[in-house]
C-alpha cells in the first residue's frame, strides 16, 4: 500500500484526534489562560501507542502557568541515517475565544459540518499539529523507515512570544546545523506558497505625558490625547512616506506601521488626560532598520512636542531583526515543493510574510527551515474551522517529506 492510502485510511481517526484535543483550552497565562498542560497530557497518551522510537517532553518553568510549566513534545522516529533529523513543528496554544456572541457554537465544543471541523485553534495550528502526528504514524505503519530521523514537535507559546516554546528548545540545543525544519503555520487555499522568509517585528510603546484637568478648564491642562492623536497621525504619514521600497518576495510587499492597542488614559470622561499609550506593530522588510525608524519617530516627536507643549516619548517595546531567509535550493524547500507536487500537482512558489512563526528562531540558529500548510486564513476569528481534505492532504506531503521521491 501507498504511503498517501495509508493517510487516508486514517482520516477518521484524524478527525477524531482533532475534536478531542480541540476540547481542551490550551490559552496561555499572558491572554488569561492556563497554559498547555491539560493539551499536552491528551496528546502524549493519544501518540502513547503510534509506536514512535521516543517520546521525551522538554518543560519550560513557568509558575503562572498550570502544574508551574509550559511543555514541549518532541515525538521520534529513528531514520536510515541518525545523524540528521526531518522536524514538523506545530503549536499546541490558541488565542482566547474573542467576542462569543459571534461564534455559532462553542468555540470549545468542535462542531463537524459540511467537510469542516469548527473550533477555537483549529486551523491555527490544531490541523498541523494532528496533520503531522498522522503523517509520522503513517510512516510507522508504512514500515519502512525514513531517510533521516523524523520527529513531530508540538511547542507550548507560540502566540505570545514563543519564549517558552521554540526558544527554550533551541536553546537546549535539540536541532542540528545539518537538519530539515517544516513549520506548517502560514498557508493559503491553493497550498502554494512556500514561506522562506519573515519581515522583522517591532512593537513600539508611545507615551504622551501632558497635564491633567478638569475638562471644563482645559486651558489649564494639556491634553496628552490630543497631542499623541496628532503625533499618530504625522508619524504614521512620515513612516510610510520615508520608507516606501519594495521587496516583492513579501506580501504585502512594503514595510507595514500599524497603530493598534490603546491603553486606558483614565476613567472617567470630566477630565482631561494627563497621560496617554498607544502603540504601533511594525513589519519592517530587510531594506529598512529599527535605527533609522526609531530615528524618525523621535524626530517627529520633538516637533509635535514644541507644537503641543506635551512629552512625546516612542521606545522599543519588543522585537529583533529577522534572521536570513531559507535558501531556495535548501534541501528542506527542494522535499518540500518536490511532496506538494507528487500529493497536489502544483508547483509552489516562494514567498515572504509579515507574521512571525517559530521558523524565525530556527533560522536565528542557521538552520533552514520552510513554513507552508493549506489553509482558509481563519485563524484567531469568529467560527474558525480547519477543512479535513487540508488536514488529510497536509499530513500526506508531512510523510512524504520523509523520503526521496
Not at 502544574?67 to 522516529?77: D, H, K, L, W, Y
Not at 469548527?118 to 495550528?125: F, H, I, K, L
Not at 507550548?156 to 503555520?185: N, R
Not at 517595546?317 to 518536490?338: F, Q
Request: proline content about 6%.
Amino acid at each position: 500500500m501507498k504511503l498517501t492510502e495509508i493517510v487516508d485510511n486514517l482520516k477518521d481517526d484524524m478527525v477524531k484526534a482533532m475534536v478531542e484535543m480541540l476540547k481542551i483550552e490550551a490559552i496561555s497565562p499572558e491572554a488569561g489562560g492556563k497554559g498547555e498542560l491539560k493539551r499536552a497530557e491528551f496528546l502524549q497518551r493519544w501518540i502513547s501507542d503510534f509506536g514512535f522510537d521516543e517520546i521525551k517532553r522538554y518543560d519550560a518553568e513557568d509558575s503562572r502557568a498550570e502544574g508551574g510549566v509550559r511543555p514541549n513534545i518532541v515525538a521520534t522516529i529513528r531514520g536510515k541515517n541518525p545523524e540528521k533529523s526531518i522536524w514538523i513543528i506545530s503549536h499546541m496554544d490558541t488565542v482566547p475565544v474573542g467576542d462569543i456572541s459571534k461564534w455559532k457554537s462553542d468555540p470549545f465544543d468542535p462542531v463537524v459540518k459540511d467537510g469542516k471541523i469548527y473550533g477555537r485553534g483549529a486551523e491555527d495550528n490544531g490541523q498541523s499539529l494532528i496533520a503531522s502526528m498522522y503523517a509520522a504514524k503513517a510512516i510507522i505503519d508504512y514500515g519502512e523507515r525514513p531517510d533521516y530521523n523524523y520527529s513531530v514537535v508540538f511547542v507550548a507559546d507560540e502566540e505570545t512570544g514563543s519564549k517558552y516554546g521554540i526558544q527554550h528548545l533551541v536553546k537546549l540545543g535539540i536541532f542540528k546545523k545539518d537538519d530539515l525544519v517544516i513549520v506548517p503555520d502560514h498557508g493559503v487555499p491553493e497550498g502554494n506558497e512556500i514561506e522562506i522568509a519573515e519581515k522583522s517585528i517591532y512593537w513600539v510603546k508611545v507615551t504622551t505625558y501632558g497635564k491633567q484637568t478638569h475638562s471644563s478648564i482645559p486651558h489649564t491642562g494639556i491634553n496628552a490625547l490630543r497631542a499623541g492623536s496628532k503625533y499618530l497621525v504625522e508619524v504614521d504619514k512620515a513612516l510610510h512616506e520615508r520608507f516606501s521600497e519594495k521587496n516583492d518576495l513579501f506580501v504585502p510587499p512594503i514595510s507595514t506601521f500599524e497603530p493598534t492597542r490603546k491603553e486606558e488614559n483614565q476613567p472617567n470622561i470630566n477630565a482631561v488626560p494627563g497621560e496617554d499609550v498607544f502603540y504601533f506593530d511594525m513589519r519592517i522588510i530587510p531594506e529598512h532598520d529599527i535605527t533609522d525608524i526609531m530615528a524618525l519617530m523621535n524626530e517627529v516627536a520633538e516637533r509635535i512636542s514644541e507644537e503641543t507643549g506635551a512629552k512625546i516619548v516612542p521606545e522599543l517595546y519588543r522585537g529583533e531583526p529577522s534572521p536570513p531567509p531559507t535558501p531556495a535550493d535548501s534541501e528542506v524547500v527542494i522535499r518540500l515543493k518536490n511532496a506538494i507536487k507528487n500529493v497536489r500537482g502544483i508547483e509552489p512558489k516562494l514567498v515572504g510574510i509579515g507574521g512571525g512563526t517559530c521558523a524565525a528562531y530556527i533560522r536565528q540558529a542557521g538552520i533552514p527551515a520552510a513554513v507552508w500548510s493549506t489553509i482558509d486564513e481563519t485563524m484567531h476569528q469568529a467560527n474558525e474551522y480547519c477543512k479535513i481534505d487540508n488536514l488529510v492532504n497536509d499530513a500526506k506531503v508531512f510523510a512524504l517529506m520523509g523520503f526521496e521521491y
